[in-house]
C-alpha cells in the first residue's frame, strides 16, 4: 500500500499560472522528495526536503513540508507546457531503505 | 556518461510465461532498486540491492518474483509464471550511496509488461 496520497490526483492550468500540488503521509519520515515522470518516461528527481526544514526552493519549484500535519505542498511557478506531466511526492522513512510514492497528480499546462 | 538503461523496452507475455527484465545502472552506482508501476499509479517498491547483496526484498508480491545482481552492477528481475495481474511497468533506479537513506534515485525509463 502507499503512503503517500496526492491531492488534486489532475490539474489543467493555462502557461503562466502557478499550479499547486498537496502531499499527505501517514508515518514519520526522514525526507520528502518530489519527482516528476513525463508520459512513458522514467521519474526525474526534482526537489528534496528534510524532515527539519519548512521550506525549500529550486528555479520555479517551491516546496513547504508540516510534519504536524503530516503533509507537502509542490508549487510551480510561471508554468509552462513543458511542465505538463505526472508528479509524485515519495517518502524515506526513519528506518526503511525504500521510498513509498504517492499515486501522483497529473499536471497539464495549456498552451 | 549514460543514465540507466533497461530492457526490452516492452514485453507481451502469455499467461504462465516467464520474463526476464534487465536493468542496467549507471556505473559505479552502489544502491540499485526496482519498483512496480500500476497504470495511473506511482511506483511501488519491489527489492533493493546494496551491491550485489538483496538487502530488502519485502515488496516482491509473490515468490514468483526473482531478482538478483551477481556481479554488483546489472540486475535481472525474473517474473516466474506470469500472471495478467502482473502487468505493468517494472521500474529500475540506481543511486551512488550506500546508506539507508538513498536519495537522489536515478531511473530508468521502465520495461512495459503486458501479460495476455
Known amino acids: 500500500s502507499q503512503q503517500g496520497e496526492e491531492d488534486p490526483q489532475a490539474l489543467s492550468i493555462q502557461e503562466g499560472e502557478n499550479a499547486t500540488m498537496n502531499c499527505s503521509y501517514k508515518t514519520s519520515i526522514n525526507n520528502l522528495q518530489w519527482y516528476r515522470q513525463n508520459s512513458g518516461r522514467g521519474l526525474v528527481h526534482l526537489i528534496l526536503?528534510?524532515?527539519?526544514?519548512r521550506e525549500k526552493h529550486s528555479g520555479r519549484l517551491r516546496v513547504t513540508l508540516d510534519t504536524s500535519k503530516k503533509s507537502s505542498s509542490l508549487l510551480i511557478t510561471a508554468s509552462r507546457a513543458a511542465d505538463t506531466a505526472s508528479y509524485f511526492c515519495?517518502?524515506?522513512?526513519?528506518?526503511?531503505?525504500?521510498?513509498?510514492f504517492g499515486p501522483g497528480t497529473r499536471l497539464s499546462v495549456l498552451p | 556518461g549514460a543514465g540507466v538503461s533497461q530492457s526490452p523496452r516492452y514485453k507481451v507475455a502469455k499467461r504462465g510465461q516467464d520474463v526476464a527484465l534487465r536493468c542496467d545502472p549507471i556505473s559505479g552506482h552502489v544502491s540499485l532498486f526496482w519498483y512496480q508501476q500500476a497504470l495511473g499509479q506511482g511506483p511501488e517498491f519491489l527489492t533493493y540491492f546494496q551491491n550485489e547483496a538483496q538487502l530488502d526484498k519485502s515488496g516482491l508480491p509473490s515468490d514468483r518474483f526473482f531478482a538478483e545482481r551477481p556481479e554488483g552492477s546489472v540486475s535481472t528481475l525474473k517474473i516466474q509464471r506470469t500472471q495478467q495481474e502482473d502487468s505493468a511497468v517494472y521500474l529500475c533506479a540506481s543511486s551512488p550511496k550506500r546508506t539507508a537513506q538513498p536519495y537522489e534515485q536515478y531511473f530508468g525509463p521502465g520495461t512495459r509488461l503486458t501479460v495476455t
Open positions: 526536503i528534510r524532515s527539519n526544514e
Open positions: 515519495a517518502t524515506a522513512s526513519l528506518y526503511g531503505q525504500n521510498f513509498v
